[in-house]
């Protein structure tokens, strides 16, 4: 069974940082394109930032310079390093199996975690 859960959300001051993990199992991991999306409230689904498996990286335009994706083959985590981070970047965060990782879309998504919730305020 596919599991990935998601920690390391909370509440920062616009400015702050924070680093989220996705702890996966239940898959091949480290063949696998996997991706970050996020989800503020009464809007979509938005694909922040996706990882191929050779460490190959892509990045939405409202994030790119500030957040970082990685992943640990060996320990099955993904993560996101979240810089500089501004208001409009609260929203529930999620990450995903996602096939089409540099697509830039959520077309390519398939299975995904619970998401935890990153609040940027003052």
């Known amino acids: 069974e596919v599991q990935l859960v998601e920690s390391g959300g909370g509440l920062v001051q616009p400015g702050g940082s924070l680093r989220l993990s996705c702890a996966a199992s239940?898959?091949?991991?480290?063949?696998?394109?996997m991706s970050w999306a996020r989800q503020a409230p009464g809007k979509g689904l938005e694909w922040v930032s996706g990882?191929?498996?050779?460490?190959?990286?892509f990045y939405a335009d409202s994030v790119t310079g500030r957040f970082t994706i990685s992943r640990d083959n060996a320990r099955n985590t993904l993560y996101l390093q979240m810089d500089s981070l501004k208001s409009e970047d609260s929203a529930v965060y999620f990450c995903a199996i996602d096939f089409l990782y540099g697509s830039r879309t959520t077309v390519g998504m398939t299975s995904r975690g619970q998401g935890t919730q990153v609040t940027v305020s003052s």
């Open positions: 990882i191929g498996s050779s460490g190959t990286t």
């Open positions: 239940g898959f091949d991991f480290a063949k696998s394109g």
